[in-house]
């Protein structure tokens, strides 16, 4: 389930950020690690992620999802 989740984010990030290719060791990446990644763009792909499961996250959530394994954990959780 977390490798179906974590392809399905993965193609949504590439669009978010602008990319035109897959990233090497897609999961293990955090906010900052690409020049694309900032703040605003955190934010616009965290949007993205609410629009296309259908979820919403908290405030609080919102603070903790910058790495890639903390946004695909969170996702499993809330469409289990």
């Keep these: 389930m977390v490798d179906v989740?974590?392809?399905k984010i993965e193609k949504i990030f590439i669009d978010v950020m602008g990319l035109s290719?897959?990233?090497k060791n897609f999961s293990d990446l955090k906010m900052g690690d690409i020049e694309q990644w900032d703040s605003l763009a955190n934010m616009n792909f965290l949007m993205e992620?609410?629009?296309k499961y259908n979820i919403r996250f908290s405030i609080d959530e919102m603070s903790q999802l910058s790495s890639i394994s903390?946004?695909?954990k969170t996702i499993s959780k809330k469409t289990d």
């Design 21 to 23: 290719e897959e990233l």
């Design 70 to 72: 903390n946004i695909t």
């Design 49 to 51: 992620l609410e629009n």
């Design 5 to 7: 989740i974590n392809k």
